[in-house]
């Protein structure tokens, strides 16, 4: 069987795969051991629990979800499988840990129970703890183990007693939990932060009592009750978020500042260099606050910014370096410029994507002239930026003391490269267990247009110039908050099993994509949808003019999942001169049934803005449809709720337009393991048969 007939069952079992690589490394000051999570295999999908010894390079299997609970295989509780699904995890089992300051200790959760582990010696035990116990984490000193169950906050020891510190009566309140819109749109995961004295704790306090709830149901499965959804909406009302100190007594203190005018909480640090740090923003995100907290509870603000379209959250900031300096990102002079005490200390042009590690200086990602390129720097106060990967590629990096891990993807190869480096020098390597895909990705990235559109051609193996045009498919996200053309072997592996249907597949990076600073992302700003089709049919038309012959136009099909499916719907809505056929997978239809701090940040808040809510919503054009479309939706999506297909599709019914709807049972924004092959093949299948039925003549649509 060739290459191309068993990648997808290869692509479902390994995870993308992203099974088998190690990661969420934390490393020992003093550089004697590093912990990690990694699965035994590459098809295997339960993580466990990894130590890498300095002394020798040895690794060691610390935890294994198997057999740790009697039994094998208890349902996590909603809350684990709920943060799971916000941090895009794949795999079960040991899906993260915390440590000690030392890396000394660990603690987990798995399916509700707590456990306790002795990095040193490897010991491993249960820790008493209140049923559905997710999100433990220790105090400095390793003595304590704060735990959230049942939406209450509990303090306990490796031995017990266990402490309930924060409870409420009022379903609608827990503690210690982000809400939804933290998790899944500011990256904080987290709900409460151990203080440097492990004497305390700041604790996120979330009342969903006045957002909208939303019931989502398996069809499938009748027996089962629905689940209900607080869900925040465009134009609807967010959790209410305070924040606590919270003394391990009991007593406890509210964090005050501005929550009417900043309501929403983006970010919290607090380490032994500096008072801690909140970082609060407007609900239009115009305006964004880093405040220090007294030990009485009141505020001071260390820095603001504000700007006129939006101000972006950037991952690890705000921190305290050691020598207490404030560190941030904001924008200066059209780049993410990293800010130690307000002054710019990376060069004009460099694009700072997260804070790694905030120590006496700032490790960070960053992007440079080349946006498809990610490289680890670390810059600090009187000091020049300093590069630590060479070669071109994605990486990504953890510090402690000495001790740097890289993670690093190149265009050619495949796979993920784990270094570990000691005081400047390579000293050895993780191991990575990942599969070898049986297809071998062959993108040619380019350039094009006047927006300088980055771009990547994936061409069936064997073809040659001369063979004759190819239909195109174009296979983008093209929006915020995803980049796809990126100089990494395996992110194109999906688009070059597609080219081997016998496809050019063209992925193509629009307005609005990470990597090219402010301006770029801020120009689609209340008109994202025109300016993301016109990318992509601008990204077409150049690429064919760069290979005449090679891209047949009268047979273009666009395919997309989430913003791809949204774009992809888009294109073939308002371009049926341009695109012949779509498939969208849990596409946005209605932007007013999607989240409020992403929504709003684009187009604003929709009290006032009807019209650019409507401009932006494929939802509204449903009767212009006029070329074959697939719609793909998993059931379950909390998310993109399935109510943005279902309504969609009535609309398109309502109107006579024929179309094709492929229900995903019990599947949330994620496709399961087990259907991801069937759902490769179905999308293959009708674009093969869309194109290959179409007319010759064109569609008059207005567009030259």
Request: charged share 20%; glycine share 10%; with cysteine.
């Amino acid at each position: 069987m060739n290459a191309e007939a068993i990648f997808p069952a290869q692509y479902a079992r390994t995870g993308q795969f992203t099974l088998g690589v190690p990661r969420a490394f934390r490393i020992a000051p003093d550089g004697v051991r590093m912990a990690f999570l990694r699965t035994r295999t590459g098809a295997d999908t339960r993580t466990c629990l990894w130590v890498r010894d300095a002394a020798d390079g040895a690794e060691r299997l610390i935890a294994d979800p198997v057999g740790l609970l009697d039994g094998g295989a208890d349902r996590p509780p909603q809350a684990e499988r709920t943060l799971r699904e916000r941090t895009r995890e794949s795999a079960v089992g040991i899906t993260s840990f915390a440590v000690d300051r030392a890396v000394r200790t660990a603690v987990f959760a798995l399916s509700g129970h707590l456990f306790h582990v002795d990095l040193g010696s490897g010991r491993v035990h249960g820790v008493p703890a209140a049923p559905g116990a997710v999100a433990p984490r220790l105090d400095p000193a390793g003595t304590r183990i704060a735990y959230v169950a049942g939406g209450a906050l509990h303090v306990t020891s490796s031995h017990g007693p266990d402490t309930t510190l924060a409870e409420s009566e009022d379903p609608e309140v827990t503690w210690g939990l982000p809400e939804f819109v933290a998790a899944e749109e500011m990256g904080r995961t987290r709900g409460f932060w151990w203080a440097p004295d492990g004497q305390s704790l700041l604790v996120a306090r979330v009342d969903t009592g006045e957002v909208a709830k939303w019931y989502l149901s398996d069809p499938a499965s009748p027996h089962r009750p629905p689940h209900r959804v607080p869900y925040p909406a465009a134009g609807t009302a967010n959790a209410a978020v305070t924040l606590w100190r919270v003394a391990l007594n009991g007593n406890r203190h509210r964090i005050r500042w501005d929550e009417t005018a900043l309501p929403y909480l983006s970010a919290v640090h607090w380490s032994g260099n500096g008072p801690a740090l909140l970082q609060v923003q407007s609900r239009d995100q115009r305006i964004l606050r880093v405040l220090s907290v007294a030990d009485d509870g009141t505020t001071e603000v260390r820095a603001e910014e504000i700007d006129a379209h939006w101000v972006s959250v950037v991952p690890g900031a705000p921190a305290w370096t050691t020598d207490g300096r404030l560190a941030r990102v904001a924008a200066r002079r059209g780049a993410y410029r990293l800010l130690i005490d307000d002054r710019p200390v990376t060069p004009d042009g460099l694009q700072v994507r997260a804070l790694l590690d905030v120590g006496d200086d700032v490790l960070f990602t960053a992007s440079g002239d080349d946006p498809t390129q990610i490289h680890v720097h670390s810059a600090g106060p009187g000091a020049g930026t300093e590069q630590w990967t060479e070669a071109p590629g994605v990486h990504h990096a953890a510090r402690s003391g000495r001790v740097l891990v890289t993670v690093s993807q190149s265009l050619h190869r495949p796979g993920t490269v784990v270094h570990v480096h000691t005081a400047g020098c390579r000293t050895g390597s993780l191991v990575s267990v990942a599969e070898k895909p049986v297809l071998t990705a062959r993108p040619h990235l380019l350039s094009v247009g006047d927006r300088a559109l980055r771009c990547a051609v994936l061409l069936p193996a064997g073809h040659r110039p001369g063979d004759g045009s190819l239909p195109v498919l174009l296979d983008p996200y093209g929006g915020p908050a995803a980049q796809r053309v990126l100089a990494a072997h395996d992110k194109y592996l999906f688009s070059q099993w597609f080219a081997e249907q016998g496809f050019a597949v063209l992925v193509a990076d629009g307005r609005g994509t990470p990597g090219r600073g402010p301006v770029w992302d801020r120009s689609i700003q209340f008109d994202e949808a025109r300016m993301n089709v016109e990318d992509q049919v601008d990204a077409l038309r150049a690429t064919a003019e760069r290979f005449p012959g090679l891209l047949d136009l009268d047979r273009v099909a666009i395919r997309g999942w989430s913003h791809g499916g949204y774009l992809a719907l888009l294109a073939v809505l308002r371009r049926p001169d341009v695109f012949h056929a779509a498939v969208a997978g849990a596409p946005v239809t209605d932007r007013l049934l999607y989240n409020t701090f992403y929504t709003e940040r684009y187009l604003g808040h929709p009290e006032g803005r009807a019209d650019v809510y409507a401009a932006n919503s494929p939802l509204t054009e449903a009767a212009s449809l006029c070329r074959p479309l697939m719609l793909i939706h998993g059931l379950a999506d909390d998310n993109v709720v399935a109510a943005h297909t279902l309504r969609l599709s009535s609309a398109l019914l309502a109107a006579g337009r024929p179309h094709t709807v492929l229900p995903l049972s019990a599947a949330t924004h994620r496709t399961p393991h087990a259907m991801v092959e069937g759902v490769m093949r179905s999308q293959s299948h009708f674009l093969k048969q869309a194109l290959a039925a179409r007319p010759k003549e064109s569609v008059a649509h207005g567009h030259q």
